[in-house]
């Protein structure tokens, strides 16, 4: 997705790639701890080569020529739910995780198209406006779960449940593309601190299950990378 004459909007095949295995990694962190009552450094491999393969798909002239690691699909293929569950439940967490980061680029036009965009000379502005595609993007997925329950004649706890860990999936893929660089810059907030406002905005209808998974899956990658964001319960 370009915005055309809207400037500094792109939406390409590297950051649909990004986001999608990203939520691979995540699930990967989470599966981890959840079937291992001790987490040794040696079960830690797994998740270590998916990072590495991460780095080459991001920094990939060509990313969708880039192979990604036994058992992540390629975005949008679903593995079979009774032969694969766990790459099939990845691919779906992946889905919106990879919706959120299209949304949030969605509000950025919203702004240019209203005349309420950031002044980009103004780093305040810019950071602010970071802030209100995130809280855009997240209230999007969030506030359409009961109509998709109703739709679906499903539980519309379990709705929320999946589309939670979307978003924090999304969070985590942020976190893994700054790769050590998380403070504020002059255009965007400290990574930590849109983690922590998203985390804010979905506290008024909370999901036990996906803060814990998304705790584990941040807690893994800080066994690796220690100063990096998390999500704190």
Partial sequence: MDAGAFRYIVFNHRALRAFWFSGYIAWEG???????????????????????SFDAV???????????????????????RNSNPQSRAAGEIATISTAWALLH??????HQQSGTGANQSDPTQQRLEEFSCDKFATEFLLEGAETYAKS??????????????????????????????WEESE???AVQDRIDAVCSIMSSNKSEIADAMAHTSFAVLRTLWPNAPGVFL
Avoid: C, W
């Fill in 105 to 110: 680029e969605v509000q950025h036009i919203k």
């Fill in 152 to 181: 679906q004649k499903v539980d519309v706890a379990l709705v929320n449940q999946k589309r939670r860990l979307g978003i924090y999936f999304a969070l985590f893929a942020l976190t893994v593309l700054a790769k050590h660089k």
């Fill in 30 to 52: 989470y599966r981890l701890v959840a079937e291992n009552p001790v987490v040794e450094l040696d079960h830690l491999d797994q998740f270590q080569k998916m990072l590495a």
């Fill in 58 to 80: 991001i920094t990939s002239d060509n990313p969708d020529l880039e192979p990604l690691p036994f058992g992540v699909a390629e975005p949008g293929n679903y593995a079979d």
């Fill in 187 to 189: 255009t965007h907030p």
